[in-house]
């Protein structure tokens, strides 16, 4: 069975930090791209940052650019995103997502919408208070 699960959410005061993990089964990490979504409830899911399945290009939204950083260990087979400077705003569920992505040719997709993505976590709760 094809899986993600993610790990490390809580909370945490304003400018604080937390990394998030994701963890994966039933996949070849390495040829999957993949992203970290967040939705709170009444709103839509948003994409906030994503990598390609090497981990050389990544894109962030720009309500966290220069904040949040991903990474993705192909040895581990773990996906991160390391948060700091963390406000109220970034308050929601986090998702992790992937989607296989490396082709014979290499592939070059990443991207941060969700229709893009065919594995999905449950999600961890990420709350910030000011």
């Known amino acids: 069975q094809v899986q993600v699960v993610e790990s490390g959410g809580g909370w945490v005061q304003a400018g604080g930090s937390l990394t998030l993990s994701c963890t994966s089964s039933g996949l070849t990490f390495e040829d999957y791209a993949m992203a970290w979504f967040r939705q709170v409830p009444g709103k839509e899911r948003e994409g906030v940052a994503t990598i390609s399945w090497g981990g050389s290009s990544t894109s962030y939204s720009k309500s966290v650019n220069g904040r949040f950083s991903i990474s993705k260990d192909n040895n581990k087979k773990i996906l991160y995103l390391k948060m700091n400077n963390l406000k109220p705003e970034d308050t929601a569920m986090y998702y992790c997502?992937?989607?296989?992505?490396?082709?014979?040719?290499?592939?070059?997709?990443?991207?941060?919408?969700?229709?893009?993505?065919?594995?999905w976590g449950q999600g961890t709760q990420v709350t910030v208070s000011s």
């Open positions: 997502a992937a989607r296989k992505a490396k082709t014979p040719n290499g592939g070059s997709f990443y991207g941060l919408r969700p229709y893009e993505y065919n594995v």
